[in-house]
């Protein structure tokens, strides 16, 4: 991404509370802020206590969330200050949210990563359902267990979708990949703009921007 685009992206934080950059609790224009960056049921990556959150809004049926995705995680590990939260947004297709449904339930082995890497791997869009189950198999996840706790916990998982597309709706999103990277609002990056975006994160936050 040109450093061009990267302006254009940094003009677009009017559309983000500024809360965003940390304030626990806080609402902002019909923005549930503390909703967003501390859902308990979010699976959250990275430092636990980092000065830079990222929320990754995403779609396993996204190519442009496949695209990111490998950059992003090299940027969170990298960088070791950085906390990572996944948004599971199925708005593509049906088999979107089979695909989210499985991640989140890999949850409960701790496995959520191992799943989300999987089906992030898988190359193309419109990936049906037995794509994606077979991509998931082998992942290493204990499968059987993974298909026992979706069932298990079915109406937690949807529940979490659901507050995801509301937050989403909140705060006007229009698809995936969206990136809140502290106050900042972006859509597809690269690894050198999720650089920029963090470190122009960094100093608005310092400035109290």
């Not at 980092?50 to 995705?69: E, H, M, Q, R």
């Not at 593509?92 to 082995?109: F, I």
């Not at 979490?160 to 900042?184: F, H, M």
């Amino acid at each position: 991404m040109r450093r061009r685009d990267f302006i254009r992206i940094v003009a677009l934080t009017a559309l983000v509370p500024a809360a965003l950059a940390g304030t626990r609790g806080a609402r902002a224009e019909g923005v549930d802020v503390n909703a967003i960056l501390r859902d308990p049921a979010a699976p959250t990556f990275g430092n636990a206590d980092g000065d830079v959150t990222i929320v990754a809004f995403l779609d396993y049926n996204c190519p442009f969330c496949k695209k990111s995705a490998p950059d992003l995680a090299r940027v969170v590990k990298e960088d070791g200050h950085i906390r990572l939260v996944y948004k599971d947004w199925p708005v593509l297709t049906e088999a979107s949210v089979y695909g989210a449904q499985m991640a989140l339930a890999a949850t409960y082995q701790g496995r959520y990563e191992t799943v989300h890497n999987a089906l992030m791997a898988i190359p193309g869009r419109r990936i049906d359902e037995p794509t994606m189950l077979k991509a998931v198999a082998g992942s290493g996840v204990n499968l059987d267990r993974l298909m026992a706790d979706l069932k298990a916990h079915i109406a937690d998982i949807s529940a979490l979708l659901k507050r995801n597309a509301a937050q989403a709706e909140s705060l006007g999103l229009s698809g995936t990949p969206t990136y809140l990277v502290g106050p900042l609002l972006a859509s597809t990056l690269d690894y050198a703009s999720f650089k920029r975006a963090v470190a122009e994160a960094r100093r608005r936050q310092t400035a109290g921007e």
